[in-house]
């Protein structure tokens, strides 16, 4: 149910509290480790990985928290309610992509909800792994018509050292002619710029291509990623609840099996 179209890999991590940490573990099966795969020492609070899609299985067990860029994602997402973006990094199909987390919460907050009150009503994290190559190969292979266009995009979050999210390693003063426009993916933390332009010069003026046809694909850019990642938190965040619920009904159904073993004990007592 994880699969999605530039997604190649969605996991859901847990909310621990220490306090809770020897029956989670109990209850899994196993125990939570760091990202070197050793036993997690004491924490406060754990962010372990209990469902994953195949592809990415190997994480399952895996404290989230225990990553330094992977817990300050954790930290931001739940404490703003917004998806939160990683630097650009090799996946495994070798293509540039980032990770986003979502928070998953217990109840309905209000957009104006308080951080703390975020923070107590967080059940868990959602991640998934854009591949961003493919994303604006697929949005943007036919933008230029027969000419062919050359598209950079850039997370420029730290000025002074822009890294490539997408195409070839060229400095962001590429030479004119050519279009650059900011792209915002949901995480207000992070920076990202697109930077179009010809490989050969163009027979038309670039404004005829980026107005308003740049614009249009562009929106289509953004629109898609938080489109795929919201449809995904919302299934998965619905599964989590449900979950939860099964979990209290197994709970309850053991109580009441203890009971009746009890009652069963003392009726069978009182007949000899």
């Known amino acids: 149910s994880f699969e999605r179209p530039l997604l190649s890999g969605v996991a859901y991590a847990q909310r621990v509290m220490h306090a809770d940490r020897e029956a989670f573990e109990r209850q899994q099966g196993w125990i939570i480790k760091t990202m070197k795969h050793e036993p997690s020492p004491p924490q406060d609070e754990y962010a372990p990985v ?12 895996l404290d989230m928290m225990s990553g330094e860029e992977d817990r300050e994602n954790i930290l931001r997402s739940r404490a703003t309610g917004k998806a ?18 979502f928070p998953v919460y217990l109840v309905d907050l209000p957009p104006d909800a308080k ?23 697929n949005l943007l292979r036919q ?23 997408y195409g070839s390693e060229v400095p962001l003063g590429a030479p004119s002619p050519s279009h ?13 710029h697109m930077i179009c332009r010809y490989r050969s010069e163009p027979h038309v003026p670039w404004s005829a291509i980026t107005t308003p046809s740049g614009v249009f694909v562009i929106l289509m850019l953004i629109g898609y990623i938080i489109y795929a990642a919201w449809n995904r938190y919302d299934s998965v965040k619905e599964d989590c ?21 009890f009652c069963w004990k003392l009726l069978a007592v009182e007949m000899f």
């Open 143 to 165: 933008l230029a018509g027969n000419q062919e266009l050359v598209v950079n995009v850039y997370d420029v979050t730290n000025h002074s050292n822009p890294l490539v999210m």
């Open 50 to 61: 209990i469902y994953s899609q195949e592809t990415v299985s190997y994480i399952e067990g």
């Open 180 to 192: 650059t426009c900011t792209l915002d993916f949901g995480d207000p933390f992070r920076n990202h």
């Open 115 to 137: 951080v703390e009150d975020r923070v107590a009503a967080t059940a868990g994290y959602l991640g998934g792994a854009f591949d961003v190559e493919s994303l604006v190969e």
């Open 84 to 101: 939160v973006l990683t630097r650009p990094f090799r996946l495994m199909s070798n293509h540039l992509g980032v990770v986003l987390t």
């Open 241 to 261: 609840r449900k979950m939860e619920a099964l979990k209290k009904r197994a709970e309850a159904a053991d109580v009441a099996k203890s009971q009746v073993k």
